[in-house]
């Protein structure tokens, strides 16, 4: 079981996805004995928040009431399907009770392989035209799951971390610096965060060692994967489902998020090192203080034995997993446009423009690829596969769930309403303040919402036409979505990487807050500029 967890309770993504925990004994307990609190019996009742399928399945039944109140209207559309600013007219739905009884009952089935009928523009599986539902991100979901069970059942990218920390354990700065960067960049490709929950028992004494207190090594590890996650690249969890929301495709805007995530990747790191420095100059300054046995560590060689060495086959599917990941990058980038800065750039004749069936091919191929450089077996390999698509289920689930939701609004012909009610907000909107005003809004919902994805599926058929009326591209309203997600998930007390962590670290929660306060503060300043220069420069 993966550290952070009670003994009836995985830990979760924030879609709600159990994750397989790391080999090579990465879950053993941090120095000092820390065990992990949350989820243990108190003696009385607590409030629970609710799993991200059940938040959905309210939002649902909301939803569905709404309908009866608000009134039914549609936009002009373009060719493309888009709507046409200003066309916006009143229009009866046409749906009598019992049909809309039928839309409650078949939102999930509609959110998976509803067919919206092209004369019509209604939702429903048994209709013709093209797909509305979310099978092709469902697919891929699962996909991605079994890819990253298998790649840590090898136990390569355990091994290769703990090699790396081991072997800067005498250069303070360095360790934390590299330890960060290599979180951060699994982070940004393929949202690696409660993964980082093993690490725990090696990165503490590590840290103690050289004279620096348990908040560095919780800093170092939440923030070194957080930012990563915030600033995600070509992440399928955050980045992929937006992106496949907002009808763009996932290269689209990567040159905004690679330097964001270059820049705060960097500032994290900073205020992390700062922080530890000030503690070993002055221990008094520790906001966290020491625990009994933590000062002992100080200066001598760690207490964890040093990690094997790499092996043949751990070097082969790190370079594997590396190739696939860049491949994938390369793959979905339009080129032609992120070279020439236009749009309608005629695509070059080696461009793939891939999407979510082919990399969902892809990854379901690269599961196998590393499970034989792995010489794992058929049964072993079948296993993990498998093992790695149930677990990743959850945060499938909550796409369908809130696709389902999308199609309760559409053949209810209120989506266009709930859009009209603020173009002419938007409208007149400088892009710069529009940019920041998307990644506020989305704050709250971040809270509201357990779900990446269920957020983003939710969001953004909203958003991304907001941006059209706005004169801003779909691209950054991804990114600044992405960003007030990551934003919230550094320090909101529901989930388990947050909750996890400080129990593993042995640290109260306020103290955790009292140290990423300012950072939050920083970070918050340095997103909005991002996003509005973003939004500027389209």
């Known amino acids: 079981m993966t550290p952070g967890a009670s003994d009836d309770e995985a830990p979760k993504s924030p879609d709600g996805a159990a994750r397989t925990p790391p080999a090579d004994g990465a879950s053993t307990p941090p120095a000092g004995g820390a065990t992990v609190s949350e989820g243990e019996d108190t003696g009385g009742r607590r409030f629970t928040f609710p799993s991200a399928l059940t938040v959905l399945v309210l939002v649902t039944i909301v939803i569905w009431a709404l309908t009866f109140v608000l009134p039914s209207g549609t936009y002009a559309r373009s060719a493309a399907g888009r709507p046409l600013q200003g066309t916006y007219h009143s229009a009866p739905s046409g749906r009598s009770f019992p049909e809309r009884l039928g839309d409650l009952f078949l939102s999930p089935v509609n959110g998976l392989y509803g067919v919206r009928d092209t004369k019509t523009g209604l939702v429903g599986p048994d209709l013709v035209g093209e797909l509305y539902g979310s099978a092709g991100v469902f697919l891929f979901v699962l996909a991605i799951g079994a890819f990253i069970t298998v790649v840590f059942a090898t136990g390569a990218l355990d091994r290769g971390i703990g090699r790396l920390a081991h072997r800067l354990r005498d250069r303070g700065a360095l360790l934390i610096a590299g330890v960060m960067a290599v979180f951060s960049l699994l982070g940004t490709v393929e949202g690696f965060a409660e993964e980082t929950l093993g ?73 992390v090192i700062r922080y530890a420095r000030r503690v070993r ?30 092996t043949g086959l751990h070097k082969t599917v790190l370079l594997a997993v590396t190739l696939l990941f860049a491949f994938m990058i390369f793959s ?14 005629t695509p070059y004749a080696w461009e793939l423009d891939w999407s979510f069936p082919e990399l969902a091919a892809m990854f379901l191929v690269g599961s196998v690829l590393v499970g034989l450089l ?19 289920i959850s ?5 369908v769930l809130a696709r389902g939701v999308t199609v309760i609004m559409n053949n209810a012909k209120v989506t266009d309403t709930v859009l009209h009610s603020i173009e002419g907000v938007v409208a007149g909107t400088p892009s710069a303040l ?12 971040a809270f509201l919402i357990p779900s990446t994805s269920g957020h983003a ?54 103290t955790y807050l009292r140290f990423v306060a300012p950072y939050l503060a920083l970070l918050f300043l340095l997103i909005c500029a991002f996003v509005a220069l973003g939004a500027a420069l389209t």
Request: hydrophobic share 55%; charged share 10%; glycine share 10%.
């Open 199 to 271: 690490f725990y028992g090696l990165i503490v004494p590590l840290m103690l060692a050289l004279g620096f207190d348990r908040l560095v090594a919780t800093g170092a590890i939440i923030l070194g994967a957080g930012i990563g996650v915030l600033c995600s690249t070509v992440n399928p969890f955050a980045t992929g489902v937006a992106s496949s929301a907002a009808e763009i495709s996932l290269g689209e805007g990567i040159t905004l998020r690679v330097a964001m995530w270059l820049v705060l990747t960097t500032v994290t790191i900073a205020y």
């Open 281 to 310: 100059a002055d221990p008094d300054r520790s906001l966290c203080g020491f625990l009994p046995g933590d000062r002992a560590h100080a200066q001598t060689a760690p207490d964890t034995a040093e990690p094997p060495p790499l």
């Open 332 to 345: 979905v980038i339009p080129w032609s446009g992120a070279l020439t800065g236009r749009a309608d750039a």
């Open 374 to 392: 792995a010489r794992m077996g058929e049964q072993r390999l079948t296993a993990t596969f498998i093992q790695g698509a149930a677990d990743f």
């Open 395 to 399: 945060p499938a689930l909550v796409i």
């Open 434 to 445: 529009f940019g920041v005003i998307v990644f506020v809004v989305n704050l709250p919902l």
């Open 457 to 510: 599926t939710l969001a953004m058929p909203i958003l991304a036409p907001l941006a059209d009326f706005a004169g801003v591209t779909r691209p950054v309203v991804v990114t600044a979505w992405q960003a007030a997600s990551g934003w919230m998930n550094l320090w909101v007390p529901t989930t388990a990487v947050i909750m996890g962590g400080v129990s593993l670290a042995k640290i109260g929660y306020d």
